[in-house]
């Protein structure tokens, strides 16, 4: 017998959906209309012979029935308002004073008015919330109470008689017992409905939801599956079922579906898998099996009703061969794109110090044919010398850059943090790049507050930050304009601030400083010279120290750079890292390649 014994459930009951909640409320509802509807039925219908009694002087039929029919039609009353749980407690309580009237007139215990009684807190929990349906079953024992007092003390005085007692009891037994069926076989009724529709909605969904379902036994056989398995499986479902799962699958995948089968029939627990299973086509040239990738949710059958320990498992089951693909399609376009990144720092790298010895004889041999060391040159040669001299030194420059680069890049670059003052390698910084401001009519203005505490870092590596900063701001400046660099403590870093009143940059741009080889003006067309790597070094060198790289510029108005290094020098201190702090770990090479095969993939 079903009852709404969820209502008023307890924090421990399972959750409820809202709608099969109110599902539940609207069929409680209409049971209490047609309760009320039958008792006041069979109220009127008893009301003949109960009046007939009443004319022979016998007034107990009377009374009951009109208890019954009082009570039937305030239920109906209430119900019509809206007071749905009034309208239950009134039906209990009819059938609660019924019986204890009942109880009262017959002084024999066990009688039918008890039985009747019994009938109120039966019908309170098949329509009423717990609150009712816990007083209905406390009133029992003052019924019990009040019937065991009346037989002790003989009452009532004036002993119905017997035939009447029994007609009377008989009829008020028979009316509880009908009102109390009828509402159990109206839930039922509901119920069985509902659950027939609640199985074939879940009936189409399982055979229309796009994931393979299937249920499979603790040994792993496939006990039902849904019409999507015939797309995954490439046969009909008839073919699969009953048969093993693990035939299926792959042999190196067998034992991670065996481990979580047995997870979730043994011991309850849900596990997730990825599988590799065998995909038939009718219409393959080759007796080579073809496997696709699958992602397998398997979720046991609890039954909570049974404590075996030994359920059966649903797996979901969804195609992901094309994610897989993906991956590894991804996989070896990173692996390409860090083979060539190698590549690059290697051919840079190699390339650099091929470049680096030539240079220097270049640059010191016109040093020399300028200085008249090897004879007076005419003033035509002379100037030749200089072009070369000055040539020379950009290109040693620039293989300087792009050996800084690729040592950051390949995370080898040495950090030697020791004791220094900020403000001092400013006036060094401004001598190293006097001569190009001078070239550009530019003046520079130095900011250093007093009192900077001393800090710990790489002296070396701060001056090429000031001087790579410096050069970009003259560069990039009008001519006649300031850069003024600033110095000064901003909580536990100091501040390296270079500020400009030159071009600017656009928002663009502005999200892309940093990047190599990147320039704010591109093309063969673009004013100023460089090779874009100036930043790009000094965000790598302010990295390497721990520190923040920042920058605030606008259109026409100019730009400051401002670099924040830790006082307390980088979070790595170089005798943990051997002198060495790299950017980034370097995978495991497999073998060393020859430098002919490294020449050729770079070409």
């Known amino acids: 017998m079903r009852s709404f014994t969820f209502f008023g459930a307890s924090k421990r009951s399972a959750p ?69 749980e009034a309208s239950a407690g009134i ?13 009262l007139a017959d002084p024999r215990l066990g009688d039918a008015g008890l039985a009747m009684a019994v009938m109120g807190p039966v019908l309170a929990a098949l329509i009423a919330h717990r609150p009712l349906r816990r007083l209905s079953w406390c009133s029992l024992p003052l019924v019990v109470a009040l019937g065991l007092a009346a037989s002790l003390l003989e009452l009532p005085a ?34 069985e409905v509902h659950d027939k529709a609640q199985i074939s909605a879940y009936r189409h969904l399982i055979e229309h939801v796009q994931d393979t379902v299937l249920r499979l036994s603790v040994e792993g056989n496939i006990l039902l599956a849904s019409r999507s398995s015939e797309t995954l499986f490439g046969c009909p479902r008839y073919q699969i079922v009953g048969h093993k799962l693990g035939e299926r699958l792959h042999i190196m995948d067998r ?26 086509d009718p219409h393959a ?10 992602e397998m949710q398997l979720s046991p059958i609890i039954d909570d009703a049974g404590a075996g320990e030994h ?82 030194k950009h290109l040693l420059e620039v293989v300087s850059m792009l050996l800084d680069m690729s040592r950051i890049e390949a995370g080898k670059f040495e950090i030697r943090a020791e004791a220094m003052e900020a403000g001092d390698i400013i006036p060094a910084c401004f001598s190293m790049v006097e001569p190009l401001a001078q070239e550009q009519n530019v003046r520079l203005v130095s900011e250093i507050e007093a009192g900077l505490p001393t800090m710990i870092a790489d002296e070396r590596v701060c001056r090429q930050i000031v001087i790579n900063l410096l050069s970009n701001a003259i560069k990039f400046s009008h001519e006649g304009g300031l850069v003024t660099v600033s110095v000064k403590r901003q909580g536990q870093s100091i501040n390296f601030s270079v500020r400009d009143r030159g071009i600017g940059m656009a928002p663009a741009a502005m999200a892309r400083i940093g990047e190599p080889f990147f320039q704010v003006q591109d093309g063969l067309s673009r004013k100023y010279e460089g090779t874009g790597l100036g930043l790009s070094i000094v965000k790598g060198l302010v990295e390497l120290h721990g520190g923040t790289l920042r920058a605030m510029s606008e259109m026409g108005a100019g730009t400051t750079i401002t670099v924040l290094l830790p006082i307390n ?9 051997a002198d060495i702090l790299q950017l980034h770990r370097e995978p495991v090479a497999a073998a060393p390649t020859s430098w002919p095969d490294e020449k050729r993939k770079a070409l």
């Open 16 to 84: 409820i959906s809202a709608s099969l909640e109110n599902w539940s409320e609207t069929l409680r509802r209409a049971t209490i209309a047609h309760t009320a509807k039958l008792l006041t039925a069979a109220a009127l219908l008893a009301m003949i012979p109960a009046i007939y009694a009443l004319l022979t002087s016998v007034s107990l039929p009377f009374l009951l029935a009109s208890m019954v029919l009082a009570g039937g039609l305030v239920s109906l009353a209430l119900h019509q308002r809206g007071q749905h």
């Open 91 to 103: 039906q209990v309580a009819t059938l609660i004073a019924t019986g204890l009237v009942l109880t």
């Open 311 to 392: 359920f059966d498992v649903i797996a979901l089951v969804r195609d992901i061969t094309a994610r897989k693909d993906a991956e590894a399609a991804m996989a070896e376009a990173r692996r390409v794109a860090e083979d060539a990144s190698q590549a690059k720092s290697r051919f840079l790298a190699t390339i650099g110090h091929e470049l680096r010895t030539p240079l220097n004889a270049v640059v010191g041999f016109s040093e020399m044919m300028a200085g008249g060391i090897g004879g007076e040159l005419s003033p035509t040669h002379k100037e030749y010398a200089d072009l070369i001299q000055q040539s020379g």
């Open 255 to 280: 034992p991670a579906f065996l481990t979580g089968l047995a997870d979730a029939a043994r011991d309850g627990r849900s596990r997730m898998v990825e599988l590799r299973l065998r995909q038939d």
């Open 158 to 191: 004036t002993p119905v008689d017997a035939p009447v007692l029994m007609a009377s009891s008989a009829a008020g037994f028979l009316v509880a017992f009908i009102v109390v069926a009828f509402s159990a076989h109206r839930i039922n009724g509901a119920f």
């Open 569 to 577: 020098g980088p979070a790595t201190k170089p005798g943990e890292t």
């Open 285 to 294: 040239r080759t007796s080579v099996p073809r496997f696709v990738w699958v």
